[in-house]
Nanobody, 125 residues
Framework: QVQLVESGGGLVQAGGSLRLSCAAS????????MGWFRQAPGKEREFVSA????????YYADSVKARFAISRDNAKNTVYLQMNSLKPEDTAVYYCAAASVWRTAVAVPDQYAFWGQGTQVTVSS
């Protein structure tokens, strides 16, 4: 089992930055592909970003491309999401997730076996 705990969320003004962390425990995530998803009130959970186990491949939703950056430190068993130029529409609960393998497109949440509890990000205008 992999336990994931997100942190780093909060309230920020539009144009500001936040760095989310996802700390894993219970098992090394060195060979897991990791993803970030978000869910705004009344909306479906949506893909934000993903990174493969070696960090050689990263993926982003069009809505966050060039503003967000995903990274990982396998030695610390942690994945990060640097969020810059935040917009009010980025307001959501952000979740990290782990997948042992991507069987289909990285944005499909069903293939991620482990999920964190989420951290709230609120961007004020």
């Amino acid at each position: 089992q992999v336990q994931l705990v997100e942190s780093g969320g909060g309230l920020v003004q539009a144009g500001g930055s936040l760095r989310l962390s996802c700390a894993a425990s219970g098992r090394s995530i060195s060979y897991y592909n990791m993803g970030w998803f978000r869910q705004a009130p009344g909306k479906e959970r949506e893909f934000v970003s993903a990174i493969n186990w070696s960090a050689r491949s990263t993926y982003y939703a069009d809505s966050v491309k060039a503003r967000f950056a995903i990274s990982r430190d396998n030695a610390k068993n942690t994945v990060y999401l640097q969020m810059n130029s935040l917009k009010p529409e980025d307001t959501a609960v952000y979740y990290c997730a782990a997948a042992s393998v991507w069987r289909t497109a990285v944005a499909v949440p069903d293939q991620y076996a482990f999920w964190g509890q989420g951290t709230q990000v609120t961007v004020s205008s």
